[in-house]
């Protein structure tokens, strides 16, 4: 999603320069008044209801593991995902648990996590080596299906939305309500 967003932005724009953050939720809206960061594409914190937002899109997950995995199949079900080993995602860097874990607790089940990661860019390599499995961000993964076996998980019904976020300081800053519509526009659709 990125590569192409920020090649769009280019065309539009051909010296707009554009610098990428890893996001550290916790710091967000710190930096979004502080002025470090000017937007961000992100699940809004509902305790940061300050911040403006706008509505991109609703995400849904996929389970993914290396071309061929033995035992991918299994995750199409809450007691044959949890017996699979999983690596996740932990933004803060080094959790062992998500949402998901409270999904699967309220369903009887607890999952093997055996790997924690701070990014979802990482998840594909990881994988791709091993027998681990992993849920990851189904349009994260749209151009790269190829490279990976993937299964949707039908009793996984959690959904999540990802907005595009910025701070009131900058909501009346023309290049930036222009840069705005234009990722709404790309993003969006």
Known sequence: MVAPLIVALREKASKIRLALHRLAPARLARQ???GDVDLAIATPDPGQAHLRTRHLFEESYILIGRPGHPRIEEGTTAS???RLEQAIVSPLGGG???PVDATLQALGHS???VASAASFLVIPDIVASSDFVALVPR?????RL???AWIDVPWLSERFQVELIWHERTHGHRGLQW???RIHDLVAR
Do not use: P
């Open 179 to 181: 840069i705005r519509e």
């Open 146 to 148: 190829s490279e990976v």
């Open 111 to 113: 999952r093997a996590i």
């Open 80 to 82: 044959g995902f949890a």
């Open 96 to 98: 062992f648990s998500t």
């Open 139 to 143: 349009r994260l993964m749209q151009d």
């Open 32 to 34: 979004l008044t502080d």
